[in-house]
């Protein structure tokens, strides 16, 4: 049994900043992937950022150079700061949770979700 919920969207001006938090809890295999998705009306969720719990990281090229992701694994807590914002960040953002167990199957968990808004 795996939840995760996000915290800190909102509204926000053209070229300000946002920090969304996700923390999850339950049984989570400590080799895994921890990411940041979005869905804008309209359109496919997309990645935004993801990091392993290995250290390594991945961002979408729309958000490179302005968006950090950061997770703390005693936690297990992912975070993205998100600077520099555009009105085309605007979505609902979803963290998520990956992995491959002892027994090779894969488990996928999602949390509910928070809303970015970003004005002109």
């Known amino acids: 049994q795996v939840q995760l919920v996000e915290s800190g969207g909102g509204f926000v001006q053209a070229g300000g900043s946002l920090r969304l938090s996700c923390a999850a809890s339950g049984s989570i295999f400590s080799r895994n992937v921890m990411g940041w998705y979005r869905q804008a009306p309209g359109k496919q969720r997309e990645l935004v950022a993801a990091c392993t719990s290995w250290g390594s990281t991945n961002y979408a090229d729309s958000v490179k150079g302005r968006f950090t992701i950061s997770r703390d694994n005693a936690k297990n807590t992912v975070y993205l700061q998100m600077n520099s914002l555009k009105p085309e960040d605007t979505a609902v953002y979803y963290c998520?949770?990956?992995?491959?167990?002892?027994?090779?199957?894969?488990?996928?968990?999602w949390g509910q979700g928070t809303q970015v808004t970003v004005s002109s």
């Open positions: 998520n949770v990956d992995w491959v167990d002892d027994t090779e199957r894969y488990r996928n968990y």
